[in-house]
């Protein structure tokens, strides 16, 4: 949500901008613009995609903010939209984040004569700078910041100076660090182009930066934060011939399987923190919900220890005992329900682990433990190999506190991911792509790669879709089975494998096509269903990812099919910064 790009240097600033907002585009935004100091402050704001903009090559200069907006405060609108100015439009400001005292400084003022051209929470700022503006921005940023209550990153430029003042407290901002040139943004990806140089800001930290170098204070103090390498290649943010991100995230994965089965056995602490764990509370979002809950199934069969999973948004409706350990599950490590969750658990008193993908992201900050899951930047909204990488993390997590008892599933899933990530799911796509309703099931630890299915379908075809544990259809979802519900099941060999043909015998009685992952060879299920699946025979923990991996494509193929916007749902943002 809200994306954010500031660049000092020797170029032309509002065209770095630009690139670096449309890197962003994923965090999802309905409008977008820039202010350039040319050495006058200009400003450009529109509706709609950043890549139809025409009028950005009338900004010049080599210092410039940008923003894409997604709007919470007043409506998307061309007003709206940041940057917003002053009164004289001599400063402008770009916001993430919400300023929750915002009417009480906007009545304030305008009592003191300021004229408001927005409904945003975020045009209080440049005003109040207006109000402490003596020729040095830092100074009066500096001084408004205290009366600000709320989450913020901002980017703050003023006419006559070049120079750009950035803030950050609870919203993400890193500055990139290049040659006589820097830029900032709310994440990594935007800065691959011009350094690999990279510093994550903290809470309360204050950055004044100019061509010719950086400060940065925290409270009256200059603070030195060390200067990380960003450890991928800007390939990763291309598209690199795929017709979508998604596309080419899902042939990522088998790279990324290995990238962080690595990471999991360099972190000791994490999986030394688990075993000594007595009950496990995981807390997650959406995809990282469903990847968590194939955790916990494996965390009390192999491992025994009690492991619940809570989404972060009803945390605070079961709060955990102090004696549980909590581990929040985050892809872009800034989800605010996540966060809230292991904030409160934190207050508790227990101890917190944080999975993530994103380096130095907002949860790294709250857990006491971190593991990086290595995926690499996820461009696409619907997570796809941050879900593989998620899975594997608790795959190797369980192999070493079980003493090695998944090795099999490790290398089955070595094996033959990279065969599965192109396997033809043409005629699964032909039955399922018109129907206005999917249901998805499973059981065992295929009942969350059911839900995750179903998440990944409604979120880019928009058909609507369920994940159900199979054996749950007949107290209610039943009456939806007819020739027009299709259903998708993943049947693989294994303990669930008897009672999950029963159920679908049970489906196809009703007259729904049945769609059906499993075994290659298996006859009777071939037999059964409308369209069969074929996977190689794994073990059941490497069944689950080679599943997912197949309802992955299908959905990806249905919203191709319908012409989707894939990559970028309507309605949705990459990272869920508010509550
Ligand atoms: O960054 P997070 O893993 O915390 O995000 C949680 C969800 O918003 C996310 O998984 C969402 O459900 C995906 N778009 C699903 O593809």
């Known amino acids: 949500m809200c994306g954010i790009v500031g660049y000092v240097g020797y170029r032309d600033a509002a065209s770095v901008c ?72 001599k400063i402008a400001v770009v916001h993430n984040g919400i300023i929750e005292n915002y009417a009480k400084l906007k009545a304030a003022l305008i009592k003191r004569g300021h004229v408001f051209k927005s409904e945003t929470d975020t045009e209080v700022i440049p005003h109040l700078i207006e109000e402490k503006y003596t020729g040095n921005l830092l100074d009066a940023v500096s001084k408004i910041l205290p009366m600000l209550e709320g989450s913020y990153a901002i980017l703050a430029v003023a006419e006559g100076e070049n120079t750009i003042v950035a803030a950050r407290k609870g919203s993400p901002l890193v500055l990139g660090v290049g040659d006589s040139e820097y830029i900032f943004a709310s994440d990594a990806v935007p800065l691959i182009d011009y350094t690999k140089n990279v510093i994550y800001l903290e809470d309360g930290d204050i950055a004044e ?129 996540t966060i809230s969750a292991l904030k409160i658990s934190k207050d508790m008193g227990a101890k917190t682990i944080a999975v993530t993908n994103v380096l130095g992201s907002s949860i790294t900050r709250t857990a006491d433990v971190v593991l990086y899951t290595r995926a690499g930047p996820e461009v696409s909204v619907a997570a796809t190999k941050s879900f593989t990488a998620q899975v594997a993390a608790f795959i190797e997590i369980v192999n070493l506190v079980s003493g090695k008892k998944l090795e099999p599933a490790v290398s089955d899933i070595l094996r033959y991911l990279p065969d599965v990530v192109s396997a033809d799911v043409s005629s699964a796509v032909e039955l399922c792509k018109n129907a206005s309703t999917l249901l998805y099931v499973g059981r065992g630890m295929f009942y969350p790669v059911a839900m995750e299915g179903a998440l990944k379908m409604k979120e880019i075809s928009y058909i609507h879709a369920e994940g159900y544990a199979a054996g749950e259809l007949k107290h209610g979802p039943f009456a939806l089975l007819c020739r027009e519900t299709p259903v998708a099941a993943l049947c693989l060999h294994g303990a669930t494998y008897s009672v999950m043909m029963s159920n679908l015998k049970e489906i196809k009685a009703r007259n729904a096509p049945l769609v059906a992952v499993g075994e290659a060879g298996d006859q009777d299920l071939e037999d059964l269903c409308d369209v069969f699946i074929p996977l190689p025979k794994v073990s059941e923990y490497a069944g689950i990812i080679l599943s997912s991996v197949i309802l992955q494509i299908m959905a990806y193929h249905c919203a191709v099919a319908l012409g989707r916007d894939v990559d970028m749902p309507r309605n949705l943002a990459k990272s869920v910064t508010v509550e």
Not at 37 to 47: E, Q
Not at 71 to 89: F, K, M, Q, R
Not at 293 to 302: G, L, W
């Open 18 to 89: 630009k690139d670096g907002l449309m890197h962003l585009e994923y965090r999802g935004y309905d409008s977008y613009g820039i202010a350039s100091l040319s050495p006058k402050l200009s400003v450009f704001k529109s509706v709609g995609k950043i890549s139809n903009a025409k009028n950005i090559s009338s900004l010049k200069g080599t210092c410039a903010i940008g923003h894409t907006r997604w709007a919470t405060h007043g409506v998307p609108s061309e007003i709206n939209a940041h940057p917003l100015t002053d009164c004289g439009d």
């Open 209 to 337: 930066v100019k061509s010719d170098g950086y400060k940065i204070f925290n409270g009256k103090k200059i603070v030195k934060h060390p200067i990380s390498k960003i450890e991928w290649d800007a390939s990763v943010v291309r598209k690199s011939g795929f017709p979508h991100y998604m596309l080419k995230e899902i042939f990522e994965q088998p790279d990324v399987f290995s990238n962080t089965i690595q990471s999991v056995k360099e972190n000791k602490e994490v999986v030394a923190l688990i075993k000594k764990a007595s009950s496990i509370t995981v807390v997650a979002c959406g995809t990282s919900a469903n990847a968590s809950m194939i955790f916990s199934y494996m965390m009390e069969a192999v491992c025994k220890i009690p492991t619940r999973v809570v989404v972060g948004s009803e945390y605070k409706y079961f709060p955990t005992p102090a004696s549980s350990l909590v581990i929040g599950v985050s892809q872009s490590g800034e989800t605010a329900d």
